[in-house]
């Protein structure tokens, strides 16, 4: 009833400033198109952003002064590489010193074990002449208890060897942490200290080194959306993963060229934000040349699904009142009806209509502003750009 009610105020309207000027001279021209009905895949686009596969931050481990950067700003880095260099005297020394305690630590181990020679003869000996009565036993006791002394000396000499053998080995990390290496392959970024400056554990990253091929993508899909595919990879009875591998992306950048590479899916969140409703996914893209970089954003697109025998009309055709949707049809008798129709996804120019039209229907695309209910028209062929094609300009890598 409401169509109904809006068809005819529409209708009314029309044939009122039909009164107005001089009489038509006859039927006025209009463009139309027949209803066009195939299988179209449905795509969906989501705003992403660009991110390397893997961001190490390169920091200091030990507290000095940055002697050396070792590498250009941006360059490309291999892993181990070193980065910067920090002044390794201090280092050096420590180093030094833990060895000259470990030195003595062995020393006094040495003596510990001499000394636990002598006391284990002693006791050895002492023992059967202390049956045969030949010293005392009081001779006996104290050859026993300076056994067990030496024992316990022996045991402490021990152990300080391992504390100064503990020491050295941390000496000599922290002076192999004055060379700050990548820990991986990629692109290092502008670094945020200079030569001269004190860095330590405490300091900001001094630089950060990215693997950008391939490149990760990130975007978020809403709750709905989320649930909507879970249902749709439920009816196919193959698993998520198997799914959602075999989808295609493609990116769209920012200056309007679809990049040339096709986009693979990696990874989907393990729960929905529940300060936004999405669910973040992760898309890789191979990068030669790294043409991408971390920080750009691009629309990610992919097909979700196919319409089987879906009716498609040019967007153009299509009028919108009061969160309505119209179409002008024309007969076989070149006369308009304004139909109201239910209308679907938008693919490229064209768009689905759902419900209120049948195939090969003709429907007003250029003129529309001219027709109203019951018009006799003069219909000539709209010209339409079918198949759908994307023409956007391809990025090169």
Known sequence: MKFAATVLIISTMLSGCGKMGLPAAGPPDVEVVEVVQRDVPITRNWVATLDGLVNAQVRAQVSGILLKQNYTNGAYVKKGTA??????????????????????????????????????????????LAKQQAISQQELDDAVQANLGAKAQTEGAKASIAGAQAAVERAQLNLAFTKIISPIDGIASIASAQVGDLVGPQSAALTTVSTLNPILVNFTVSEQEYLSAMRGIAKQGISESAALGKLQWKLLLTDGTTYPLKGEFHALDRQVDIRTGAIAVQVVFANPNNFLRPGGFGNVSTVVRIEPGALLVPQRAVSELQGGYLLAVVNADNKVSIRPVKMGQKVGTW???????????????EGVQQVQEGTQVNPKTFQASFPLQDKSETAKP
């Open 351 to 365: 768009w689905i209509v759902d419900e209120g039209l049948k195939p090969h229907e003709r429907v007003v695309a």
């Open 83 to 128: 980065l910067f260099e920090i002044d390794p005297r201090p280092f050096q020394a420590s180093l030094d010193q833990a060895k000259g305690t470990l030195a003595e630590a062995t020393a006094s181990l040495q003596q510990a074990q001499a000394k636990l020679g002598k006391t284990e003869i002693d006791v050895a000996r002492y023992t059967p």
